[in-house]
């Protein structure tokens, strides 16, 4: 951890102000988010949880910058991105924001390295060159311990090494945030484990995490529990025992 | 996005999927190899055909008579060239080196025990050979002394030879042409076919002895021998429109005809590749549209393809779509994949198009000439259809939402 990133330790990375979400028009209206406010500070680990239906799935959406709100604000990292344009958008996923997905999402028949390289390829500041790119590549996948799988393709990997490339995936371009929607919800549970073991571990780096979660013994690894029903946040709490 | 890393996404995508770029490419493998190939048949087909009429003999003007005006039992003194005519052109026109006229008939030929009905029979003169570009093999051509005397004696083609006689010599032996037995006297090199005419396959005599054993008429007695056509041949440096003129004058005048209505044809060798050339190009024609039409289909072909690509890898645009990729890399992405394949495609089909142009040389009888820009027209026509029908598919990616795509199964 930075001196820099101590310093702005209890910024809010993440601010929402109101947010709301319309689906439909007129009687068939559903209101997917109902008026969220919300902050989560750097190196926060916040679970997210609720039954479905509940709108936490609209709320990564929308944290994670692959949806806008209907109405509301949404700040990230100092940045105001609630009505950015498809292109902005991306590039804020592109440079800010690293998924981690329950069915892992990597591409079919591409090497791991390559699966890892692929934020890099759409990377707007600087372009790096090919070395470059394959030696952050080979950091992020020896930062997931998988060194020695770099030219595995996925359907060669076990669920929890897939689910560590995807981690690996989303660290590579340094993000600010890491979105995880459910990442130990196709592993079973000694893999579960070792993912969940691997993003304790990037929390205690300095990573700022929010995932979305059913299981109730997945949410104890996070700091903070927020329960959503019907659209707006149930409760809010702080995991007592998980993290100091 | 760089051009370079564009290219890299796309061609990474395509060779993950080999058999199925390859049968993308197919098409438009086999339109552009059409398209060379066609074109190479008819380009082939028209230097053939100029080739031939240039061998027919150079610097030629043929008369024919004008059937469609008078014809025979017309006006009397009309509708047709008599033997006579090619002796007032060759002394009554400046500028002529040789005349030579035919007559033609048809009878069976007979030898020992084979028997061939129905062989052409054609009656001739001295300069033959040299205007026609006909060479001897055996024995001699016959001279004018015995076209005069009517002497029954022949000069075969060179397949006719070999079927009548077989191993022997023919030169020396008797055949039997209608009733009328005639003395070999040579045998003519092969020629081949010259427009539709088999050279090999004929009987040349002379043309004296056609009129009187073959062509007999009321005719003839009063007006001269009916011929069939003149050749003139010009000396090298003239101008072939004032001897043509001088021609039309000479025949009007023998005549009695008006040079409005001549009862007279005058062609040169130009005229006939002219003609030709005229068949050929809608020939050709036909051949380009049906190119054209495959090329077509191949990126039809290509827009089929790309869209269910797009439907299969719907998961693999959402995954790209969250880590950054924009609409615009998307679109890229896929217009490239189209163009990447159809710009190898074109060029496999170039390589194939040129080397079956050349097969089709090499084994059949056809003669084929690649031309180079026809080349150049299917490859940039490939590039085309990819960047057309590449299009539609690529922006449908491109519209794709993120949530939707990555939700896809």
């Known amino acids: ?244 | 996005m760089k051009l370079e890393k564009i290219i890299k996404i796309a061609s990474q995508g395509l060779v993950r999927n080999k058999l199925r770029s390859l049968l993308t490419m197919l098409g438009v493998i086999i339109g552009v190899s059409a398209v060379i190939i066609m074109i190479a048949i008819s380009a082939g087909t028209e230097a053939m055909i100029s080739d031939q009429i240039t061998s027919l003999g150079t610097n030629l003007v043929f008369v024919q008579a004008n059937f469609s005006r008078g014809g025979f039992g017309g006006e009397a003194n009309s509708g047709g060239l008599v033997y006579d005519d090619a002796f007032a052109i060759a002394d009554g026109v400046s500028g002529v080196q040789a005349v030579v006229v035919e007559q033609q008939s048809s009878e069976t030929v007979k030898a020992g025990n084979i028997s061939l009905d129905s062989i052409s029979i054609l009656g001739t003169t001295e300069g033959f050979p040299s205007v026609r570009d006909m060479e001897i093999a055996e024995g001699r051509y016959f001279n004018q002394a015995e076209i005069d005397r009517n002497q029954k004696v022949v000069v075969l083609g060179s397949s006719l030879a070999e079927e009548l006689f077989e191993d022997q010599p023919p030169v020396g032996q008797t055949v039997t042409i209608g009733t009328t037995k005639f003395t070999v006297i040579g045998v003519f090199e092969e020629k081949g076919l010259v427009g539709e005419v088999d050279y090999d396959a004929r009987v040349y005599m002379p043309i004296t002895v056609v009129f009187q054993k073959y062509t007999p008429s009321q005719f003839a007695r009063i007006m001269g021998d009916r011929v069939r056509l003149i050749y003139v041949e010009l000396e090298p440096d003239v101008v072939q429109g004032d001897v043509i003129l001088q021609i039309e004058l000479l025949l009007a005048k023998l005549h009695d005809v008006s040079l409005e209505e001549p009862d007279f044809i005058i062609t040169t060798q130009q005229d006939l590749i002219n003609t030709q050339e005229a068949t050929t190009e809608a020939f050709r024609n036909l051949l380009a549209w049906v190119a054209a039409v495959s090329l077509l289909v191949g990126g039809i072909g290509i827009m089929n393809i790309m869209m269910v690509s797009v439907t299969e890898r719907t998961r693999e645009i959402g995954i790209r779509q969250s880590v950054g990729a924009s609409p615009n890399d998307i679109r890229w992405q896929f217009l490239t994949e189209a163009l990447l394949l159809s710009l190898v495609g074109g060029l496999i089909g170039v390589i194939t198009g040129v080397g079956g142009s050349w097969l089709f040389g090499a084994l059949g009888e056809m003669r084929t000439v690649v031309v180079p820009s026809s080349i150049m027209l299917a490859f940039s026509s490939a590039a085309a259809v990819g960047i057309f029908f590449g299009y539609y598919p690529a922006d449908k990616a491109a519209q794709l939402d993120p949530i939707e795509a990555l939700r896809h199964e």
């Open chain 1, 1 to 244: 951890m930075t001196v820099e990133q101590e310093n702005i330790m209890d910024q809010p990375i993440i601010k929402t102000k109101e947010l709301t979400k319309i689906y439909g028009m007129g009687d068939a209206q559903v209101r997917a988010l109902d008026g969220v406010s919300l902050e989560i500070k750097e190196n926060e680990f916040v679970a997210i949880m609720g039954p479905s239906g509940s709108g936490k799935s609209t709320m990564m959406n929308i944290l994670g910058c692959l949806d806008r709100p209907t109405s509301g604000q949404y700040v990230l990292a100092e940045q105001d991105v609630s009505y950015l344009d498809k292109v902005q958008l991306a590039i804020i996923r592109n440079q800010r924001i690293g998924f981690v997905f329950q069915s892992y999402n990597l591409l079919p028949r591409t090497p791991a390295l390559e699966n890892v390289m692929l934020p890099l390829l759409y990377s707007r500041n600087g372009d790096l060159n090919e070395y470059e790119q394959h030696e952050k590549a080979l950091n992020a996948l020896k930062a997931v311990g998988l060194a020695d799988r770099i030219h595995h393709q996925p359907q060669e990997l076990s669920g929890g090494q897939a689910q560590r490339v995807a981690i690996a995936r989303a660290l590579v371009n340094n993000p600010v945030l890491i979105l995880a929607d459910e990442p130990t919800g196709n592993l079973d549970s000694k893999s579960g484990e070792e993912i969940m073991a691997l993003l304790t571990e990037l929390h205690q780096q300095g990573s700022t995490i929010v995932m979305v979660t059913h299981e109730d013994e997945i949410a104890e690894f996070a700091q903070r529990v927020i329960r959503f029903l019907d659209g707006r946040i149930d409760t809010d709490k702080l995991n007592g025992n998980s993290y100091q």
